[in-house]
């Protein structure tokens, strides 16, 4: 067999995977349809129907793949249908500029998808290079009409990749539940798949090709006034598969492993702020992004928490000085966090940037750097940064200038940066972040803090509901679920005319909802405006979980007779 049909089946069968969720499942006339496409080759639905068996509804992978390969090809497509539209143009009326455009955007998608298969060659090329295909590999695999296997795991996870293009928006002003509001950019187009590990570690994952990694740290604060979490600013020069991990800094203090559920990580257009896309994936006590295909462009990714968290005030506060003016032990460790939390870069120091963002999320203000280098000269410095051991000494000099004992300055800056009085982390969660990324390292060029305003929730809220499902029970009402690995979002969409919803999620379970006790959502969302209603954190990912929706009945015999509609956890 060819090294040509050899790419072609792997290709196929990658194909598959991503579109259908697994090699073993059965494929109907319309799935096959998204698989061909997916797959490299465009194909009418009248084509389909001729070459299907007549005998069967469904068909299983071998079968799919030997009507894939009579299918035409994809470049010859393209070609005919530029040749097509060159006539239409030249011999008849000028085209309706929609008409054009939209022909436009076929075509232009047609190229996107080869272009990413390219790179699945490309990476199956290197493989059969080194030898990676099985040996035994050969004719009887023909004969018997089977696929070449993959050296590698697949997940059993639906694997969903995100080609990233801000061209060929829709700018018509078309509306949030129109079909040309989805900009091509955030339509599903199948790329690489990754061979994901399930081992609980925060580790780069198993690859089938090498992938890259940069660390850095980061933080997330929940309050109302300043900035509430950092942002890493990233540019990709050409195309890249990049997958993004996040994991609670529990080497800080074990109790954050609260947090693990309650944050998701957002991956945005920098200059536009359009949303890319945001963690799905639960494994172990990682969250990630799916493996994303990204364009040329710079990004930035934020940590946020999925909602708010309930305030954990302390009933006393410990002291900051001792009886002999020094820094008790327990601040100093409390300063010690601080410090590990922005050394964003871990190389065991802050320089002026980090210690700029330290400066600013603490209450301190900004900081210019002529102020940073006279800072320098009074504190013992390393690699022209601060040492942990400066950093410590700096606070024993604020704590000095202070008379009376009247420490309320250092208190609200703790306050700041999500410390209660006994110096305990309860409002902050601090999180290791990898960046994956094929051929090279991603290089984070600037840090910087954020706020997140209302323009980002109504992003986020338009994101969620483009990716998100109808209820079952409930399609004759506005209501949609998105759901992840770990959290979920009830989400109340656009109409014409104000809503009132009565809904009970009193089924729910192992979930964790932002609901009251009585576990109804009785809500009134104004007209032309994407609401998120709940969100619900799993307890245990270890465990099915799911939010459970019905309609509150005026009656109440009708209330108990209402069907649930839920939304399985499993992706």
């Known amino acids: 067999m060819s090294l040509e049909d050899k790419l072609r089946r792997d290709t196929f069968k990658m194909a598959y995977f991503t579109e259908i969720g697994a090699t073993n499942r059965l494929i109907d006339k319309e799935e096959f349809h998204d698989l061909a496409v997916c797959a490299g080759i465009d194909v009418q639905s009248s084509a389909i129907d001729e070459a299907w068996p007549s005998d069967k509804k469904e068909i299983n992978m071998e079968e799919a793949y030997h009507l894939f390969t009579r299918l035409p090809n994809l470049e010859l497509r393209i070609k005919h249908a530029l040749e097509s539209l060159e006539r239409e143009t030249q011999e008849k009326e000028p085209l309706p500029f929609e008409v054009i455009l939209e022909k436009c955007k076929a075509l232009y998608k047609f190229n996107e998808t080869k272009k990413a298969l390219n790179n699945v060659n490309q990476t199956l090329c290197e493989r059969a290079k080194h030898g990676i295909f099985p040996k035994d590999f050969g004719q009887d695999h023909v004969l018997n009409g089977m696929l070449p296997p993959l050296?590698?795991?697949?997940?059993?996870?639906?694997?969903?990749v995100f080609l990233d293009e801000p061209a060929l928006e829709d700018d018509g002003g078309g509306g949030l539940l129109s079909h040309d509001a989805r900009s091509l950019s955030e339509r599903p187009i199948s790329s690489a798949i990754e061979g994901s590990s399930r081992k609980a570690s925060s580790a780069m994952v198993d690859e089938p090709y090498t992938m890259m990694k940069t660390t850095r740290r980061s933080l997330v604060i929940q309050r109302e006034i300043g900035p509430t979490s950092l942002k890493h600013i990233f540019t990709l020069t050409e195309i890249r598969n990049v997958k993004i991990q996040v994991s609670v800094n529990v080497r800080l203090d074990p109790d954050l492993c609260r947090f693990e559920n309650a944050i998701h990580g957002v991956l945005q257009r920098h200059e536009s702020g359009k949303i890319v896309a945001v963690t799905v994936k639960k494994s172990?006590?990682?969250?990630?992004?799916?493996?994303?295909?990204?364009?040329?462009?710079?990004?930035?990714?934020?940590?946020?928490?999925?909602?708010?968290?309930?305030?954990?005030?302390?009933?006393?506060?410990?002291?900051?000085?001792?009886?002999?003016?020094?820094?008790?032990?327990?601040?100093?460790?409390?300063?010690?966090?601080?410090?590990?939390?922005?050394?964003?870069?871990?190389?065991?120091?802050?320089?002026?940037?980090?210690?700029?963002?330290?400066n600013q999320m603490s209450g301190g203000g900004d900081i210019n750097k002529t102020d940073w280098d006279s800072l320098l000269e009074q504190l013992t410095t390393k690699n022209g940064g601060l040492s942990m051991k400066s950093f410590v000494a700096l606070?024993?000099?604020?704590?000095?200038?202070?008379?009376?004992?009247?420490?309320?300055?250092?208190?609200?800056?703790?306050?700041?940066?999500?410390?209660?009085?006994?110096?305990?982390?309860?409002?902050?969660?601090?999180?290791?972040?990898?960046?994956?990324?094929?051929?090279?390292?991603?290089?984070?060029?600037?840090?910087?803090?954020?706020?997140?305003?209302?323009?980002?929730?109504?992003?986020?809220?338009?994101?969620?509901?483009?990716?998100?499902?109808?209820?079952?029970?409930?399609?004759?009402?506005?209501?949609?679920m998105w759901m992840s690995d770990y959290f979920g979002v009830l989400m109340a969409g656009v109409t014409n005319t104000p809503n009132h919803y009565h809904l009970n999620l009193n089924g729910s379970q192992n979930v964790n909802l932002d609901v009251g006790k009585d576990m109804i959502i009785e809500e009134t969302v104004p007209p032309y405006a994407c609401k998120i209603l709940a969100t619900g954190i799993a307890v245990d990912t270890k465990h099915k979980w799911f939010i459970s929706v019905r309609r509150v009945r005026s009656d109440q015999s009708a209330t108990s007779s209402a069907n649930p509609s839920r939304v399985n956890s499993v992706r």
């Not at 994956?436 to 323009?455: R, W």
Request: aromatic share 14%; net charge negative; charged share 25%.
């Open 151 to 160: 050296e590698m795991n697949f997940s059993d996870a639906e694997s969903s």
């Open 395 to 480: 606070h024993q000099e604020e704590a000095d200038t202070y008379e009376n004992d009247n420490f309320d300055d250092m208190y609200l800056s703790l306050k700041q940066l999500g410390f209660n009085g006994k110096f305990a982390i309860t409002n902050t969660c601090p999180v290791i972040i990898d960046y994956l990324a094929s051929d090279e390292e991603i290089v984070i060029t600037s840090d910087e803090s954020y706020h997140f305003d209302g323009t980002f929730a109504e992003q986020l809220a338009e994101f969620f509901w483009s990716q998100s499902t109808v209820l079952p029970y409930l399609k004759n009402l506005p209501l949609r």
């Open 284 to 358: 172990g006590n990682t969250i990630s992004t799916d493996r994303l295909t990204l364009l040329p462009a710079t990004y930035s990714f934020t940590v946020a928490f999925c909602r708010s968290l309930s305030d954990m005030k302390a009933s006393s506060t410990e002291k900051i000085i001792d009886d002999k003016k020094k820094l008790t032990a327990k601040y100093r460790m409390c300063v010690m966090n601080i410090f590990d939390m922005f050394d964003l870069n871990e190389d065991q120091t802050l320089d002026y940037k980090e210690f700029r963002l330290y």
